[in-house]
């Protein structure tokens, strides 16, 4: 029982590159988030989707995009990596009568 | 403007006493309430919710008050024990919540033998 499977769970970039962060359901849940948490901050949401095709910005979008081709699927891309999006990634997924269930992390670190 | 404060970043309880972690929200339109517990290295897991209709939920050691009137809300874990020792976020949603939780700080709580 998987439940939702994030890869990689550790990488590490160099400043300027780019790097494609997935996120697996097998809850057949309609909705997928990404958010990031940073030390004192909590987690923000980065990109969310309501259903399959369909992406929307959250509270810190800037500098990511996401594509959901899949509804098991969402990916989270950073096309040129700064120092400031080192942070811990979480891709949860929920459907309209169940809670958000979260993945194990996502730590990636931008030298 | 944080829309859900945990005003506590951290919280020592003995063993077997009662541990309240308290959170507060600003925004009028959440109508669904969650926490989560959050151990290093690992993803948050579901806890226990209520729904602004409510104004108490409880699941075996752990209860949730919800007081609307004063926009604030509290978990307890009676009797705390050691295992209880991790990261609780206090969440919260409007309208469904399709469009995602919005999570305070967090409240790092440490049960001592």
């Known amino acids: 029982n998987a439940g939702v499977t994030q890869t990689p769970k550790f990488r590490v970039l160099k400043t300027g590159q780019s790097m494609t962060l997935l996120c697996a359901q097998d809850m057949n849940h309609e909705y997928m988030y990404w958010y990031r948490q940073d030390p004192g901050m909590g987690l923000r949401l980065i990109h969310y989707s309501v259903g399959e095709g369909t992406t929307a910005k959250g509270e810190v979008p800037d500098g990511y995009n996401v594509s959901r081709l899949k509804k098991q699927n969402f990916l989270l891309g950073l096309e040129s990596a700064a120092p400031s999006q080192t942070s811990v990634y979480f891709c949860?997924?929920?459907?309209?009568?169940?809670?958000?269930?979260f993945g194990q992390g996502t730590r990636l670190t931008v030298v | 403007d944080q829309q859900v404060k945990q005003n506590s970043p951290s919280l020592s309880v003995q063993e077997g006493r009662i541990s309240i972690l308290n959170c507060d929200y600003t925004n009028s339109m959440f109508d669904y309430f969650l926490w989560y517990k959050k151990y290093p290295a690992e993803g948050p897991t579901f806890l226990i919710s209520?729904?602004?209709?409510?104004d108490k939920n409880e699941d075996g050691r752990f209860t949730v008050f919800l007081n609307k009137s004063a926009k604030h809300l509290s978990l307890h874990i009676v009797p705390s024990q050691p295992g209880d020792s991790a990261v609780y976020f206090c969440a919260a949603y409007s309208g469904g919540g399709a469009d995602g939780l919005t999570f305070g700080k967090g409240t790092h709580l440490i049960i001592q033998p």
């Open positions: 949860a997924s929920s459907s309209v009568d169940t809670e958000a269930f």
């Open positions: 209520i729904s602004s209709i409510k």
